[in-house]
């Protein structure tokens, strides 16, 4: 492509951001929709992060920005508005300029409900979930599911004050019924009886040696078990899941989503889903 001067530009800050798909995805979004704009990798230190919020302000062509790891959170501070979402989790993962101001977004809670709806076949109102983990991806999952109707969720991670804050905040904001337990409590199999989701919102499961994040004889046939990991494709989670009947999904729907909601917070236009799903499995192979 032709870079001028007047080529908006777009960017995925993050420590690492060598691994992001992000630029595949969105630069085969802006080239299907046309657009004269280029989507980059920046690395960036936390240290660095509020120069470089700071040099988005004065680029005159910014278009948009994500933000990955380990700036979510630190982003937060660094916009000059947030949306709901955003303020919500706590977490920032797409910055959208509006005339001479920062917003700060989050598209990872819609971008994983599109994705479990839409490719999942799952209606989460009235229903029973569980999340492991208590991380800002974790949020993500349970402010989206809160959102929908989601009737009780439960909360497992390692350290049981973490996900005690979650449902708290949970509780306080959708008055969703939400429980916490770490994963070796024996309450867990008597409460997991009635969900029929289970959503691993932990980086368990990016390494092939990594144990499961969960007891897996305590899943059961026609549960959903939907992985946030996307590489590799099937986890030890997710194979363990098929053995037992349930129904799996990957995190690669989210991913898409995600970036699909960011793409037309920045342009005001429809994504071009198939173009960057089409993207993504490219640069996954």
């Known amino acids: 492509m032709r870079v001028t001067g007047r080529t908006a530009l777009f960017a995925i800050l993050g420590d690492p951001v060598e ?73 920032v993962n797409t910055v959208v300029p509006q005339k001479g101001r920062l917003l700060g977004a989050n598209t990872d809670g819609q971008g994983f409900l599109r994705s479990l709806v839409e490719e999942g076949g799952y209606l989460p109102k009235g229903q029973r979930a569980l999340i492991l983990g208590a991380g800002g991806a974790a949020r993500a999952v349970a402010w989206s599911l809160a959102g929908a109707g989601i009737a009780e969720l439960l909360i497992l991670n390692r350290t049981v004050a973490r996900a005690e ?75 363990e899941a098929k053995r037992r009947g349930c129904r799996v999904q990957d995190g690669l729907g989210m991913l898409l989503h995600q970036g699909a909601l960011a793409f ?18 490219a640069a996954l192979t």
């Not at 904001?173 to 919102?201: H, I, K, Q, Y």
């Not at 037309?264 to 499995?281: Q, V």
Request: net charge negative.
């Open 19 to 91: 691994h992001s798909l992000s630029p595949a995805m969105q630069n085969a979004a802006l080239r299907a929709g046309g657009i004269d704009g280029l989507y980059v990798p920046w690395q960036v230190k936390p240290a660095g992060l509020p120069i470089a919020f700071e040099s988005l302000r004065e680029m005159e062509n910014f278009g948009g920005a994500n933000v990955t790891l380990p700036h979510k959170e630190q982003a937060v501070s660094l916009v000059d508005d947030l949306s709901p979402e955003a303020a919500w989790m706590g977490a």
């Open 165 to 239: 804050a979650l449902t708290d905040s949970v509780v306080r904001g959708a008055g969703v019924r939400a429980s916490a337990s770490a994963p070796g409590d024996p309450r867990v199999a008597p409460e997991l009886a009635g969900c029929t989701l289970v959503v691993n919102a932990t980086s368990v499961g990016l390494n092939p040696s990594d144990p499961l994040p969960i007891d897996p004889s305590l899943l059961r046939p026609g549960m959903l078990v939907y992985d946030l990991v996307y590489r590799p494709r099937e986890t030890r989670l997710l194979r």
């Open 264 to 281: 037309e917070l920045w342009t005001g236009r429809n994504p071009p889903l198939e173009a960057m799903r089409t993207a993504l499995i």
